[in-house]
């Protein structure tokens, strides 16, 4: 099972709309809601920030939204804000029938300008 | 507010062992999946393995099929990795991380592990 695709880098404004894609295959993403995203700040551990393709748990801004299309799940910041400067990963589950159980993107450098 | 603390991380040589714990609190460990993801230097997530609530299922990524074992024990709120026949692949920072509705959901804050001679 190979790594979901992601951009490696993306960059935006203050205030600003950005969007990471991840793209999988129709073993994984195309197959289950289980799609989830995690922010990583320097030195710290990853935080869950969307779940199941678009819930967000409780205390996440509401600036984050996630969303699915065929076999690409996408992640949205809206009103890009300093502190959202991070690697972002997405995830998938693959199913038990697999080697692999769950498969993460290469991750993405989001650069707040 | 879950609590995770890995320990047991460290230097190992090419072949060796080592064993991860990690201590959960403020949280009702017995009734939850546990996984670990390691994170090798300036690379992405991998997950590793996982535990079912009561032990009795675990899954393991290819790579460590064989050589890791993932166990828990609910009496102490704990999580282990052991890890043996390690390679220079195997160097990361290992997560601990539960697992609850197909996510992952808390992390500790990780325990590296160098695998050089």
Not at chain 1, 76 to 88: F, K, V
Not at chain 1, 91 to 98: K, Q
């Amino acid at each position: 099972q190979s790594a979901l695709t992601q951009p490696a880098s993306v960059s935006g404004s203050p205030g600003q709309t950005i969007t990471i894609s991840c793209t999988g295959t129709t073993s994984d993403i195309g197959r289950f809601i289980y799609v989830s995203w995690y922010q990583q700040h320097p030195g710290k551990a990853p935080k869950l920030i969307i779940s199941e393709v678009s819930n967000r748990p409780s205390g996440v801004s509401d600036r984050f939204s996630g969303s699915r299309s065929g076999n690409t799940a996408s992640l949205t910041i809206s009103g890009l804000q300093a502190e959202d400067e991070a690697h972002y990963y997405c995830c998938s589950y693959t199913g038990s029938g697999t080697s692999t159980l769950w498969i993460f993107g290469g991750g993405t450098r989001l650069t707040v300008l | 507010e879950v609590q995770l603390a890995e320990s047991g991380g460290g230097l190992a040589q090419p072949g060796g062992s080592l064993r991860l714990s990690c201590a959960v609190s403020e949280f009702t460990f017995s009734a939850y999946w546990m996984s670990w993801v390691r994170q090798a230097p300036g690379k992405g997530l991998e997950w590793v393995a996982n535990i079912k609530e009561d032990g009795s299922l675990q899954y393991y990524v290819d790579s460590v099929k064989g050589r890791f074992t993932i166990s828990r024990d609910n009496a102490k709120n704990s999580l282990y990795l052991q890890m043996n026949s390690l390679t220079g692949e195997d160097t990361a920072i290992y997560y601990c991380v539960t697992h609850s509705n197909w996510r992952f959901d808390s992390w500790g804050q990780g325990t590296l592990v160098t695998v050089s001679s």
